[in-house]
């Protein structure tokens, strides 16, 4: 367990709908990432953030938005899904502070779009 | 932009005998390169990272990685593997200097199957 807890663990809807992801952080971990991984891209990098502030974006399409709260749970939104959206979508916590920057990754959410 | 590669999709190994996956990336500035293990319906673990100094990193469960900076490469070994290492190795770099510590490029991954 890394402590990190993603929810839900499966997800199907369809076109057009929208989604929220829930990433509860280890605690004391400041900083929050989400990353996505499907078959055709492989895992990628879409935002982090850090102590409720964006601070670094990716390949986040603009369909997609995320958001940390001041308790440090962070939410992406996935709003006009397509087919090609369905992937595991990961976060990952990290105390980013002096040495303490080890990644710890949660069990993702399997969305599924149909 | 950055790119990791990854030069084996699929391996299949004999319990006991030598790995090596390999591992290049493509950026000329600073980085720091890590190599994390995602066992079936697990999450990812990290098994070992490159910071700065002693190129040849010891990692979690005997692995080692090795990084040459002339080569740009960053490879991944275990002298002699067991059936519990059967899981998808990823390699991943980040810009020290871009910000976030784990604004990670990650490569395809590399599926390692051990038979007993």
């Known amino acids: 367990d890394s402590g990190v807890t993603q929810t839900p663990k499966h997800l199907i809807t369809a076109t057009g709908q929208r989604v929220t992801l829930r990433c509860s952080p280890r605690?004391?971990?400041?900083?929050v990432y989400w990353y996505q991984q499907s078959l055709d891209q492989g895992l990628q990098f879409l935002i982090h953030?850090?102590?409720?502030?964006?601070?670094a974006k990716g390949n986040i399409l603009e369909r997609f938005s995320a958001q940390q709260f001041p308790d440090l749970h962070s939410e992406l939104n996935l709003s006009s899904l397509e087919l090609g959206d369905s992937a595991l979508y990961f976060c990952?916590?990290?105390?980013?502070?002096?040495?303490?920057?080890?990644?710890?990754f949660g069990q993702g959410t399997r969305l599924t779009v149909v | 932009a950055q790119s990791v590669s990854q030069h084996n999709h699929h391996v299949i190994l004999s319990e006991a005998a030598s790995l090596e996956l390999g591992c290049n990336y493509s950026?000329?500035?600073?980085?720091?390169l890590f190599w994390y293990v995602q066992y079936p319906g697990q999450h990812l673990q990290l098994l070992l990272k490159?910071?700065?100094?002693?190129?040849l990193v010891k990692g979690i469960k005997g692995f080692e990685a090795e990084f040459i900076k002339s080569k740009f490469s960053f490879n991944l070994r275990k002298p002699s593997v067991q059936w519990s290492d059967t899981a998808e190795y990823f390699c991943?770099?980040?810009?020290?200097?871009?910000?976030?510590?784990?604004?990670?490029?990650f490569g395809a991954g590399t599926r390692l199957a051990v038979h007993p």
């Open positions: 990952a916590s990290s105390a980013d502070r002096g040495t303490n920057t080890e990644a710890f």
């Open positions: 605690s004391g971990d400041l900083s």
């Open positions: 953030y850090y102590n409720g502030e964006e601070r």
């Open positions: 950026y000329g500035g600073t980085v720091n």
């Open positions: 490159y910071f700065s100094g002693d190129p």
């Open positions: 991943a770099v980040n810009d020290r200097f871009s910000g976030g510590y784990n604004k990670l490029i």
